[in-house]
Nanobody, 126 residues
């Protein structure tokens, strides 16, 4: 298993933007799908978005479409999450993830993840 290191979390007012970054290292093979998950207090961890090696994107919820983008650099082995028009309900711990390389895996499910980052906190205030 490889290692994932997130950065870029913080506090922002509603309507603002944040960009999270994830640096991957020590993977013996580049994960086909990489993505972001989040976990708010008292709630289950949920998928945010995922992107595969060719650039195909899966948004795990309609609430993220149009507000979030997920750039991936296959050369630098990085994955970002650009979040715009943030809402208080976006407040959570955000985790970078490498999805298991299996046929038919759902990249939005926590059970599909092979490696997790340590997480970075995002707080959106009113």
């Amino acid at each position: 298993q490889g290692q994932l290191l997130e950065s870029g979390g913080g506090s922002v007012q509603a309507g603002g933007s944040l960009r999270l970054s994830c640096a991957a290292s020590a993977f013996t093979r580049r994960p086909y799908y990489m993505g972001w998950f989040r976990e708010a207090p008292g709630k289950e961890r949920e998928g945010v978005a995922a992107i595969n090696t060719p650039g195909g994107i899966v948004y795990c919820s309609d609430s993220m479409k149009g507000r979030f983008s997920i750039p991936r650099d296959n050369v630098k082995y990085t994955l970002d999450l650009q979040m715009n028009s943030l809402k208080p309900e976006d407040s959570a711990m955000y985790y970078c993830a490498a999805v298991r390389d299996e046929v038919g895996v759902d990249p939005c499910l926590p059970s599909s993840v092979a490696s997790w980052g340590q997480g970075t906190q995002v707080t959106v205030s009113t």
